[in-house]
T-cell receptor
Framework: ETAVFQTPNYHVTQVGNEVSFNCKQT?????MYWYKQDSKKLLKIMFS???????VNETVPRRFSPQSSDKAHLNLRIKSVEPEDSAVYLC?????????????FGAGTRLSVL | GQQVQQSPASLVLQEGENAELQCNFS?????MQWFYQRPGGSLVSLFY???GTKHSGRLTSTTVIKERRSSLHISSSQTTDSGTYLC??????????FGQGTSLSVVP
């Protein structure tokens, strides 16, 4: 049963445009994540929030910015997309950190940059 | 270098055969998790297994911290087991590092 909801499922845009992805979890978790999955299926963490506070910020281009209004929501904005941003963006949540509990993933947002 | 190495990269099985998927890591471990991803689908947690052996139906996960490895055993494979299997470890509070995955195809 899905408990991590991502919108949109797909998004096609052109280089230079701004895009926003939304993520909401209904599990009552306090930690949320954004992962990027490339064409080779490799998953890399981008950001992690715990109770609305940024705790993990990997080396990603500055055009990426996460936004958290409360612990159930974590959105991702890309200011000016580039071709290499084409990927699947996966949102996840857990109770406390990933070192203590399993992660629950959303279905992903597939971004295509033309 | 890559902290988490999975093998094999891909595997084809006849329905009913068993499979052993390996995950080796080069960094200290807080936890190990195994996920399953159907083509075009989201990740589903199979095991949270920081150490020892855990069972779930036809699946068994074994993590041996001293040897820096974890394995996922699939017994009596079925065509519905086809997909990508990913292991991931954490060495800090919230940073989960994934392996490259094993792509499994089970044919009738």
């Amino acid at each position: 049963e899905t408990a991590v909801f991502q919108t949109p499922n797909y998004h096609v845009t052109q280089v230079g445009n701004e895009v926003s992805f939304n993520c909401k979890q209904t599990l009552g978790h306090d930690t949320m994540y954004w992962y990027k999955q490339d064409s080779k299926k490799l998953l890399k963490i981008m950001f992690s929030y715990n109770n609305k506070q940024l705790i993990v910020n990997e080396t990603v281009p500055r055009r990426f910015s996460p936004q958290s209004s409360d612990k159930a929501h974590l959105n991702l904005r890309i200011k000016s997309v580039e071709p290499e941003d084409s990927a699947v963006y996966l949102c996840a949540s857990s109770y406390q950190g990933a070192s203590q509990n399993t992660l629950y993933f959303g279905a992903g947002t597939r971004l295509s940059v033309l | 270098g890559q902290q988490v190495q999975q093998s094999p990269a891909s595997l084809v099985l006849q329905e009913g055969e068993n499979a052993e998927l390996q995950c080796n890591f080069s960094t200290s471990l807080n936890s190990m998790q195994w996920f399953y991803q159907r083509p075009g689908g989201s990740l589903v947690s199979l095991f949270y297994n920081p150490s020892g052996t855990k069972h779930s139906g036809r699946l068994t996960s074994t993590t041996v911290i001293k040897e820096r490895r974890s394995s996922l055993h699939i017994s009596s494979s079925q065509t519905t087991d086809s997909g990508t299997y990913l292991c991931a470890l954490t060495s800090s509070f919230s940073k989960l590092v994934f392996g490259q995955g094993t792509s499994l195809s089970v044919v009738p």
